[in-house]
């Protein structure tokens, strides 16, 4: 199912007149799409001012399973973070290596001082523009 079914099939759900069939892959794709699942609770918060009726919504285990999956994502992040400091530690340990012993040519040590420092430069610029784009990122309350 793509998002642009998916949007289409929202609507249906919300206005009760989605076939019982659709709904499990619907709200499968909406588990994993953070897009579709933020136009889903848009519509049913819509609906519900429009209204006043409460939606379709989904049982109160689908809530608690997108909760857990927050722990995950910590992790996920933890993870991550350990991978990029081990990572530099030892590229700093290689080039404290490199340039303490001096058995190597001058001409490895600015190859591999070149590789390191273009890989740490990379390394900043995509994490600085991760940062921005976070500060700006319309869907940062939405649950993942
Ligand atoms: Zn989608």
């Not at 350990?82 to 012993?101: H, K, M, V």
């Not at 001058?106 to 976070?134: G, M, N, Q």
């Amino acid at each position: 199912m793509n998002c642009d079914d998916a949007r289409e099939k929202c609507q249906l759900l919300i206005d009760d007149e989605l076939p019982e069939e659709e709904i499990a892959p619907l709200m499968g794709h909406i588990e994993s799409c953070y897009k579709c699942r933020d136009e889903y609770i848009s519509l049913l918060k819509l609906r519900k001012k429009l209204h006043g009726i409460k939606g379709p919504a989904p049982e109160e285990e689908w809530f608690e399973a997108l909760y857990r999956n927050r722990g995950r994502k910590f992790a996920g992040g933890f993870g991550f973070t350990l991978l990029i400091a081990s990572w530099l530690l030892l590229a700093g340990f290689a080039l404290y290596s490199l340039f303490s012993d001096s058995g190597e040519g001058i001409f490895i040590k600015i190859v591999v001082a070149a590789a390191v420092v273009s890989v740490i430069v990379l390394f900043i610029t995509a994490l600085s523009d991760r940062i921005k784009e976070s500060r700006t990122d319309k869907y940062k309350g939405v649950m993942k």
